[in-house]
């Protein structure tokens, strides 16, 4: 919805948006996608229409954002240091004989 024209028919949008949506459900998404697309739409337009924030970023912004982001480390994946599960090692276990796990 953001790379259509706000000035397009609103017949015109949900041609574009069933079209779009089909193409998700042969990729396996559910309908609840879209919904969830157009609410978190309405709301920056709601945004936009109440206190004048922008609905897309300039250029300045976008270069603001991404500089500041490169100098923040990427250490998302990294278990906090006082977590309690603290792995210290990897243990390998050969497969299982025949294939077939045993039924306890």
């Known amino acids: 919805m953001k790379n259509t024209s706000q000035s397009l028919e609103k017949s015109t949008k949900d041609d574009i ?3 779009y949506m089909y193409k998700m459900k042969l990729s396996g998404y559910r309908s609840e996608c879209l919904l969830s697309a157009k ?14 924030k922008p609905i897309f970023r300039n250029r300045e912004e976008l270069s603001q954002f991404k500089a500041m982001k490169n100098k923040t480390p990427s250490n998302w994946w990294k278990a906090p240091t006082n977590s ?3 792995y210290t090692a990897v ?3 050969p497969p299982t004989p025949g294939g077939n796990l045993p039924k306890g």
């Open 17 to 19: 948006l069933s079209k």
């Open 39 to 52: 609410n978190a739409f309405s709301l920056l337009v709601q945004k936009h229409e109440a206190d004048g």
């Open 84 to 86: 309690r599960n603290q």
């Open 91 to 93: 243990m390998f276990v």
